[in-house]
């Protein structure tokens, strides 16, 4: 266990302090905190920060509603560094990026550009969400929520089939890869009709990981 006074502090009274999200792994933000930061942080439960430029506490989307919902910090070996466990509302960026991690490095020549991890998933459905809230002319998803559930419901029957098909009559792999995009994205949308968050799809599957980790008798093996 460990507290504010066993922590590291730099000549400022500060310490970076990394925000991920705690359900995709994915690199949010970093900032600076103080004591008084860190103490808001852990009562609350928002995170709060220490603006070095205008040398004051400030709770993250406190303004703009992207709140950070700690979870939980952790502390570095050397504890001269915080890592916040958090849920993102919205983003996390002041640019209206996901992540402040968006500029890729590279030392002038050709690279590829990375490639997408599971945070995606957030992006697409809060992308669902809007079109739900607010349906712009010419889109697929809000064609599909007016056309209702059972709708949403058939094409995730056929998209089903296409997964099998891919798989089972030699369509390589790129093409599997493909409908399984699809049969997600649909089943996305079907749960976005319900207001159903993705939150609560990870937190089921955690729970059964849970069940099958603690073995036969209750305790993980």
């Known amino acids: 266990m460990t507290g504010p006074g066993d922590l590291q502090w730099d000549s400022q009274g500060l310490i970076p302090a990394l925000a991920q999200e705690a359900e995709t792994g994915e690199l949010l933000m ?5 004591r008084q ?5 852990l009562e609350t439960g928002l995170a709060h ?13 406190e303004t703009s509603g992207h709140r950070q919902h700690v979870e939980a ?4 070996c050397d504890r001269d560094a915080l890592l916040l466990l958090v849920h993102q509302e919205g983003v996390a960026c002041h640019t209206g990026s996901r992540t402040c991690f968006f500029n890729t490095v590279r030392d002038g020549s050709q690279g590829a550009q990375p490639s997408q991890g599971p945070g995606i998933l957030d992006l697409v459905e809060r992308v669902i969400q809007s079109r739900r809230a607010e349906p712009p002319p010419g889109s697929y998803v809000a064609s599909l929520f007016q056309k209702g559930e059972a709708q949403i419901c058939l094409k995730i029957g056929e998209e089903a089939q296409e997964v099998i098909r ?9 093409r599997l890869v493909e409908e399984v995009a699809d049969l997600w994205f649909h089943t996305m949308v079907l749960l976005g009709g319900r207001g ?9 599957l955690g729970r059964r990981h849970a069940e099958k980790s603690r073995g036969p008798g209750g305790s993980a093996p």
Request: aromatic residues 14%; proline residues 0%.
């Open 30 to 34: 970093l900032a600076w905190m103080d």
């Open 37 to 41: 930061a860190l103490t808001r942080t």
């Open 49 to 61: 920060y220490w603006s070095r430029s205008r040398r004051a506490l400030w709770q993250k989307g």
């Open 73 to 76: 910090i952790y502390a570095d």
């Open 166 to 174: 891919a798989a089972t009559k030699g369509e390589g792999d790129a």
């Open 196 to 204: 159903i968050s993705l939150r609560r799809v990870f937190e089921e």
